[in-house]
């Protein structure tokens, strides 16, 4: 089944560039990528269309919406909506991943069930190291991260030692919190059974606990993913966060509403592929903006 990697980005090109050399750098070959891009300015398309051109064998797409503010949800739909996959993997453009990761992520995939990440902090210092020098570091192996947590240029170790938890990977099925919008695996048709993110969330916080929230009760079940398919989070400064208390209330609100499944303001509005018009009978979209730049 071919993987969809959806990756959302704000104008920091830098950081982009390192995440799409992680994806070009993967053992598992058989996926795209989808950037979900919020509004970025040039730098950010120049860098992407050169990505476009010498892709090679992994085909790269670019979904973009007009700068708004944040509107995560929005664009992660968008990017859905212009994905080919059957399985999705969300993550964020500030992060980079090891050369297994896809890998992994297929290893986990099951039916009826998402795959919830982690994630490993680098450090502010080392970030800029790694920009400044260019270095590569995703590539390397469990004693050069050993020796980066002994210098405390990344918070934690233990998440980068992959083990075969089996069926401990599914003790906690219908656990919400700690799920990380930077780091899920989960079927297309999933997300398209309960509407995809929620665009009632505007500005930052909590659209991926909300989206998560929906999918446990939509029986979708939660699969832990630690210990085999994390991501290393670039530093970065804090983002505005003017939002996150209304975005709190809302989402734990419908935490106790367990017959909660579709979004209010969700993938149906736009033009509605064929399995979303399937599955979202009864709820056409009432417009169809334009909002793709793909590969010729």
Known sequence: MLISVIV??????????LCLSSLLA???RYFEIVIADDGSNKDTKDLI?????????????HAYQEDHGFRLSAIRNKATLASNGGYLIFLDGDCAVRPSFIKNHRKLMQHGHFVA?????ISEQFTCTIFNKKIGFYNNGLLYFFIRWLQRDINRLIPLITLPLGCLRTLQTDKWCKVLGCNIGVYKNDVLLVNGF???????GYEDSDFAIRL????????EGRFCVPVLHLWHT????????VNYQRMIGRSKDKSFIRAEQGISQYEPAPTTRA???GHEPENSPTFFNTPT
């Open 238 to 245: 804090i983002n505005t966060r003017h939002k996150k208390d």
């Open 8 to 17: 959302s980005t704000y104008n920091w090109p830098e950081a982009l560039n």
């Open 49 to 61: 269309d050169a990505y476009i051109a010498q892709s090679g064998d992994i085909k790269i797409y």
């Open 117 to 121: 990440g982690n994630r490993v902090l």
């Open 279 to 281: 599955i979202a009978a």
């Open 198 to 204: 929620d665009e009632i969330y505007y500005g930052w």
């Open 26 to 28: 993967q053992e598992d």
């Open 216 to 223: 446990i009760n939509a029986g979708i079940k939660r699969k």
